[in-house]
Each structure stands twice: as C-alpha cells, then as structure tokens.
C-alpha cells in the first residue's frame, strides 16, 4: 500500500491496512456508491427547522425516515471529529481510519462534503475530503488526552450550521465539551462508538449523550457506517 509523508503528529508514514485489508474496505465503499448512483433515497420525515428525536435515533427507530424518490441521487453534508486518545489505538482507530477512507470515496464521487478533525490534548489536524487515500491510510497515531475542545474552537467556522459526528470511546479524561458551544453554532451532533462485543446497543449511550445531542453505538463499522448516511442524507 503506498505509503504517505509524515505532516502531522497523526501521521504515522505507513499504512494501517495492508494489501488485503484495504481491498475489503474497497468493496464495501463500491457497493455503498452503488446505492448512491441509484434514485431511490431516504429522507427525514421532519421540517428543515426541527431536529431528530435522540431517543429514536439512539433506537434506529425506522419511523425517523421515509423512502422518497429523487433524480440526482444522493449528497450528504457533515463533518467528522475522531478522538485521537491514548485509549482509541488499536481496534477503535482501525475503526475512525476506515469510516474516514469509505467518506473519501464518496466525496471523490461528489456524494458528500466533509471536514475530518483529528483531535489530541496537544495537536489537531483539519483534512477536507476527498484526499489521496494514502494519507488517510496514514493517519492513525495516538496519545495523551483527547482535546476535544481545544480542537473545534479554532476550526468552528468550518463546522458551524452542519451536523457532526464524533467517533469516541466516551470516556473523556480532560476537559469536557459544553453543549452550549453546539448549540451556539447550530451544530447537531452525534457521539458514535463501536464495540463488537455490546450486548445491548444502548449501554454504552449515556456517556456519550453526556457531550452530543445524540448517541450512536454499533457493533462493527459496517453497521455504523449505514446508520451515520442516514442521519447526514439531506
């Protein structure tokens, strides 16, 4: 897999995924853009001005949503914030670098605008997609505490009036967010978590409701991934 030069502390050089891995993630980005080419959408069930229900999101309740017919398939518009902690190496980083290369491909397909920030206690780095696939191979050191806040500050003109997702284990050590800060910039976000060994889907959600209007937890990135395009179709 071709490697990427270091430009950040959350570059590591080499890839995460070799040969074999980064060709099951390209099956699964090809068979979402095929259902993307397609003209048959899904949409809010709910006016531009009102937002979704937590609890049924939190559910993945199928009332939140109505199949709808369009010509010009699908766009979706959000942003991407990845807790970059110490405790997100290993298996939860796997997760944040193949959500974030699946994005990409839409993105290169003009299916969607998205600004991904890496957030640590100490650095951050904006990258706005699409981008060479090599880089976000690279992108996945971790360290210290997660600096969320120090992160979206700087970076809030970019993702102000948007919906925003937040990959996270919830389990923040530093500072917390204020969710007046959300508020303030009409941003709705969406703490998200995988865990392939949660028995209840919910279990998991408080904490993360403790930061984000809502909550989202699956049990492998294909099941999130499904879930986070139907919360940002517009």
């Not at 390209?26 to 095929?34: D, G, I, M, P, R």
């Not at 003009?110 to 690279?138: A, F, Q």
């Not at 959300?182 to 976000?189: A, G, P």
Request: hydrophobic residues 35%; contains cysteine; proline residues 2%.
């Amino acid at each position: 897999v071709q490697s990427y030069e270091n430009k950040s502390y959350f570059h590591a050089g080499e890839s995460l995924f070799n040969l074999e891995e980064l060709n099951e993630l390209k099956k699964q980005a090809n068979t979402l853009l095929k259902a993307f080419r397609g003209a048959k959408g899904k949409t809010k069930r709910m006016s531009p001005s009102k937002r979704t229900s937590a609890r049924d999101l939190s559910l993945d309740k199928d009332k939140v949503y109505v199949s709808k017919f369009t010509g010009v398939g699908k766009f979706i518009h959000m942003n991407f914030l990845i807790d970059c902690s110490g405790s997100m190496s290993g298996y939860p980083m796997r997760n944040a670098v193949a959500i974030t290369y699946i994005f990409n491909q839409l993105a290169k397909a003009g299916h969607l605008k998205m600004t991904v920030l890496y957030s640590e206690s100490r650095h951050n780095y904006k990258l706005v997609l699409p981008v060479e696939d090599s880089e976000i191979l690279s992108l996945h050191l971790t360290g210290g505490s997660e600096g969320l806040t120090r992160t979206i500050n700087p970076h809030v003109d970019c993702i102000k009036n948007t919906n925003m997702i937040c990959l996270t284990d919830g389990n923040l050590a530093d500072e917390g967010i204020d969710k007046k800060f959300w508020d303030k910039n009409k941003i709705v976000t969406t703490g998200v978590y995988v865990n392939k060994k949660a028995k209840q889907l919910t279990e998991y959600t408080g904490s993360l409701s403790r930061w984000f209007n809502h909550s989202l937890v699956r049990r492998d990135v294909n099941e999130l991934i499904q879930a986070l395009i139907r919360i940002g179709l517009k």
